[in-house]
């Protein structure tokens, strides 16, 4: 079809083209200062979530590599977020996606990937309950899926090991919000799964400016890259907070570790949505806990800009009962 001046570049081509280049909104109404917090909205990734940036990157790059033939299936040990995002690069792509996850993670996530036509295995918890996973029932889930690709042949992509993950946040994340702030930026707040979000957009904003302050959150009680013994391996922050300081965290792009409990993510992920109209998950949620935190403590000069994230939705997660909340 003949392009249509003026119009053509407004189209995308693919859902693809829909992920990154999210929106950063100044949450003024939930923190009125001193300083001021800015949250990246990834949320509104096609998948819903931040993990669509890393998805792209790791699948393209293995079919650059070779390492992923075209048509070819693919295999991923998830939590939800990166199955949905490579569930929207697989479906635009062409490749068969099969997903293993434990039962203890939201079942609105797997619905959301297999209503993107990929098949999601879902393995019973080896200690943990609904709503809370452990490393153990990750790691239950990883070898459910290294099972069905020693059986299939399939890509793994293997997101925990994958340096493309980190590599999505260096080439994306990182520039997007130093353009975005007019390159102010004092202090940037990230929760940790695989650590690929923190490690490649702190190192991106640590070149541009080594002055700008990083902190990873942990979950009260799993606090491993803080070098503390794991006493509440339970904890609401799916996707984050697995008891073990993942392969792809880099300690020089770390400045301070900061903690973050059950109820302070729940009652600032209650006020992500009272206050700015805003509907997000747990890991959202204490990011911004943090952020308060941190502008709080005096760490920071009183007019300092603190940039987090808001991982994704709060339509992924199924709510937690006030009285589970520990």
């Not at 907070?241 to 992920?269: H, Q, R, W």
Request: glycine share 10%; hydrophobic share 35%; with cysteine.
């Amino acid at each position: 079809m003949a392009p249509i001046d003026g119009v053509d570049n407004e189209i995308k081509s693919s859902a693809l083209d829909l992920i990154g280049n999210t929106p950063i909104v100044a949450l003024d109404r939930l923190y009125t200062g001193p300083g001021r917090i800015l949250a990246k909205c990834e949320f509104m990734n096609p998948g819903a979530s931040i993990k669509c940036r890393s998805s792209l990157c790791m699948i393209k790059k293995a079919l650059d590599s070779g390492e992923l033939k075209p048509g070819a299936p693919v295999v991923e040990v998830t939590s939800g977020n990166q199955g949905c995002g490579l569930a929207v690069v697989c479906a635009v792509l062409g490749h068969p996606l099969t997903l293993t996850m434990s039962k203890g993670n939201s079942a609105q996530r797997a619905i959301h990937m297999e209503a993107l036509g990929a098949k999601c295995v879902t393995v019973p918890q080896v200690e943990g309950t609904y709503g809370n996973v452990t490393l153990a029932d990750v790691k239950a889930v990883e070898e459910v899926g290294l099972k069905i690709i020693e059986e299939t042949g399939a890509y793994y992509v293997n997101q925990f090991n994958n340096d493309a993950n980190a590599i999505s946040h260096y080439e994306t994340t990182g520039p997007e919000i130093w353009r975005q702030t007019g390159q102010r930026v004092d202090a940037f707040v990230a929760t940790v799964g695989t650590a690929g979000t923190f490690t490649g957009t702190a190192r991106y904003l640590k070149e541009k400016n080594p002055e700008i302050k990083t902190f990873v959150v942990e979950p009260s009680g799993s606090e491993p890259i803080k070098g503390d013994a794991i006493t509440k391996p339970l904890h609401l922050l799916q996707g984050s907070g697995y008891g073990c300081v993942p392969n792809l965290f880099k300690f020089e792009y770390l400045d301070e570790p900061i903690s973050v409990t059950d109820e302070e993510a729940v009652e600032y992920m209650k006020l992500i949505g009272s206050k700015e109209g805003l509907y997000v998950g747990y890991t959202s949620g204490a990011n911004v806990a943090a952020a308060v935190k941190i502008l709080k403590s005096g760490k920071l000069p009183k007019d300092a800009w603190v940039v987090t994230l808001l991982n994704d939705t709060g339509l992924k997660y199924t709510p937690v009962p006030e009285e589970l909340i520990k």
